[in-house]
């Protein structure tokens, strides 16, 4: 007796009786839309990936990996000054913005490729062009319908600006990678981590630079101490910082740009950036036309199994808004292809103790709870700080800081936060974030002994809980 369509969805003759041209259709070819293809695909699901602009999304081609590089550039001119304390002498270096752009470009190109292959390797049909759903299990590109069992929107998000006049006379970050020419002057709008991050990258490419936030202190959502000690940091490196400061608009006279200010106030530029936040991309896929329940800022609502309300449709990402970050996007889509296609349990992803870094300068790396939400969630609890200056600068007499800093809660003796500001921050707390996640005491950090010298073994050094707020 052949089998239903109650039966396993591998059944041919469940496949043969729905008759869709795929299992699951995924629109949007980044991150975690390509995860979710290829580990879908390896499980024998008959796959296709729709991406209307270049393989990879965001992250490859206009966020972390070409930022990544970038902030890798802007750091040079500081390492050939420190080199003379080291007994190296040179002659006065130059900067050539063209090269750095350009083989920053061949780079993403090169990865670009990587990703088709990778595709193809796992059998996964590539279709370029803007796909848009017809109806729950059909999506439309270049003028040809494709039907699916399951469609996974992962189209990632956008970035958002406010409307006021002469915004046409900024740009936005996906802009930044291919400047024809670099500023002298650059003022950045916006306070999130992409703001602070650029205006590190123009201040230490050689530009003039300015951050111009609405707010009285710019990373809302990050630690209040890692907020205060990025401000002083980026001050000492000749970042500009102005809060409370509202763009009016933007006017034009030749090549300079001048911003007007709520307070009257005037700021000329060459370049005006506005990293004002980021918004989901769901502009033009027809959810709402075939019922998609979508926040006020257009996110998907999804289940903890990333199931819209219309049962074919899932999302994951940016898209969802929960946490803008590609690793998150990339468990996010392995979740989906095993639960649609894998055998076990469904599986769910756990949002909480999700290392991040800034990669301002210096570095910020943090996981966990903040020291007000601890206060709010936990009540009682002690916090451990340190600010020092790195070895390093013993020599070269640069007035950097580092800053590191535990959040334990009292009556478990659990360490629920872990954050640090300077050199390799990144790196160090994506270790740490695995003793965080693990449930590793103060007293379990106290046992392990550091490796010296390091700034890392400050973590497992700090001994006297700091008294007050």
């Known amino acids: 007796m052949g089998c239903t369509a109650g039966d396993d969805w591998r059944c ?25 293809s290829r580990v879908a695909s390896g499980l024998g699901a008959r796959v296709a990936v729709a991406e209307s602009t270049h393989l990879g999304g965001t992250c490859v081609n206009v966020g972390c990996v070409p930022k990544k590089l970038f902030v ?24 050539d913005w063209d090269r750095l752009r350009d083989n920053k470009t061949a780079e993403i190109k090169r990865l ?12 996964v049909t590539i279709h370029e062009g803007r796909a848009r759903l017809a109806d729950p299990h059909t999506v439309e590109v270049n003028g040809a319908a494709f039907t699916a069992a399951h469609i996974l929107v992962a189209t990632g998000s956008r970035p958002w600006t406010p409307d006021f006049p002469g915004l046409e006379h900024a740009i936005i970050s996906d802009d930044a990678f291919y400047l024809p020419r670099f500023p002298r002057r650059a003022v950045v709008v916006g306070g999130g981590y992409i703001a602070v991050e650029f205006a590190g990258i123009f201040a230490g490419l050689g530009a003039q630079t300015q951050l111009l936030y609405r707010g009285p202190l710019f990373l809302r959502g990050f630690d209040d101490g890692v907020r205060r000690f990025v401000a002083d940091e980026l001050e000492k490196k000749g970042v500009a910082l102005r809060f409370n400061a509202v763009v009016d608009r933007i006017d034009k006279a030749g090549a300079e740009r001048v911003l007007t200010l709520a307070d009257g106030g005037k700021v000329p530029a060459d370049l005006v950036l506005c990293a004002t936040g980021r918004r989901p991309n769901v502009a033009g896929l027809g959810l709402r036309e075939v019922g998609v329940a979508l926040a006020d800022n257009g996110a998907v609502l999804v289940d903890e199994e990333y199931r819209s309300n219309v049962p074919s449709i899932l999302a994951i990402g940016d898209v969802i808004d929960r946490m803008q970050l590609t690793p998150v996007a990339i468990a996010e889509g392995m979740c989906v292809a095993h639960n649609l ?62 800053f590191m800093k535990i959040v334990v809660e009292q009556a478990t003796d659990r360490v629920v936060g872990l954050h640090m500001v300077g050199p390799e921050a990144g790196e160090i707390v994506q270790g740490m974030a695995v003793a965080v996640n693990a449930g590793a005491t103060k007293r379990q950090f ?24």
Not at 18 to 34: H, N, P, R
Not at 112 to 123: E, T, V
Not at 446 to 466: N, S, W
């Open 12 to 36: 041919d003759e469940v496949r043969k009786a729905v008759k869709y041209d795929f299992d699951l259709y995924v629109i949007g070819a980044g991150s975690g839309g390509v995860r979710a």
């Open 341 to 402: 296609f894998g055998a076990g349990p469904p599986r769910r992803l756990a949002y909480d103790n999700v290392p991040t870094a800034v990669f301002c300068q210096p570095h910020i790396g943090t996981v966990g709870l903040t020291e007000a939400e601890a206060q709010r969630r936990l009540g009682a609890i002690e916090v451990y700080e340190s600010s020092f200056k790195p070895m390093k600068h013993t020599l070269t007499g640069r007035g950097e800081h580092t």
């Open 72 to 95: 890798y550039g802007a750091h040079f001119a500081e390492d050939f000054e420190d080199a003379a304390a080291y007994g190296w002498s040179a002659s006065a270096p130059g900067f």
């Open 446 to 469: 106290d046992a392990t002994i550091g490796i010296h010298p390091t700034a890392a073994e400050e973590f497992v050094t700090m001994r006297e809980a700091r008294d007050g707020p």
């Open 112 to 123: 670009q490729g990587i990703y088709r292959n990778l595709l193809a390797g796992a059998g």
